[in-house]
């Protein structure tokens, strides 16, 4: 079985030897990181199965790091912070993050949200099984989407979980706590909000995707 391992980008010492005693108990490796200049330089030298990001840090915020993450790697993000406006949970989102958890937290449920995220990351589609939706070919081996038009599209990796789920249930009306529980492999917190910031950014990148709102429920692809 590989090896389980945590990257924490936290600056709060209290928080990471509390963190780290858990995650350490549970058989994980743990790796802290005080800033984000040091966690990139970690990622650099040591592959992690998840990263936990605080969004406020000194020097390079976690904005910053998750989008230099994002550049070269689809390691799991989970960000970790007091920020709690729906604003902030957003542009989480949008950056590439995978989830979002604030302050004050129960590391049970991180622990839980992150073997999810983990989980996620390993069931995902292998093989070259390609699945059509109205021209647009979502490729389960190469994780990337070739438009009508010929063109290859190449989706976050939480964006291609969302998009594959859909494209296997294609026709089917699916809500959110389903997508939820489907793709983010946890059972449904109340965050319907990261469903919705999601699906906007795969209709921004893939334009003239048959992915419709179902009202009252949450999503379809195709008909």
Request: charge should be negative; proline fraction near 4%; hydrophobic fraction near 40%.
């Amino acid at each position: 079985m590989p090896e389980r391992s945590i990257l924490l980008v936290e600056d709060e010492e209290n928080i990471a030897e509390m963190l780290r005693g858990f995650f350490e108990r549970d058989g994980f490796r743990f790796v802290h990181a005080f800033t984000g200049e040091d966690a990139l330089d970690m990622l650099r030298s040591r592959p992690v199965s998840a990263v936990l990001l605080d969004l406020n840090l000194p020097g390079m915020d976690g904005v910053d790091v998750c989008r230099r993450i994002r550049r070269s790697s689809d390691v799991p993000v989970i960000m970790l912070t007091a920020r709690d406006s729906e604003v902030d949970k957003v542009v989480g989102l949008e950056i590439g993050a995978d989830d979002y958890v604030t302050k004050p937290f129960s590391p049970r449920e991180l622990l839980a949200r992150v073997k999810a995220v983990m989980r996620r990351t390993e069931e995902r589609p292998a093989g070259r099984t390609v699945i059509d939706v109205d021209g647009f070919e979502v490729d389960g081996g190469r994780r990337k989407v070739t438009t009508p038009g010929g063109g290859d599209v190449e989706p976050t990796a939480r964006e291609f979980d969302l998009l594959w789920y859909l494209a296997e249930n294609r026709g089917l009306a699916l809500s959110r706590a389903q997508i939820l529980d489907a793709v983010w492999g946890y059972d449904y917190f109340g965050e319907t909000r990261t469903v919705d910031v999601h699906v906007r950014q795969l209709r921004k990148k893939l334009d003239g995707l048959p992915l419709s709102t179902v009202w009252g429920v949450g999503y379809r692809l195709g008909e």
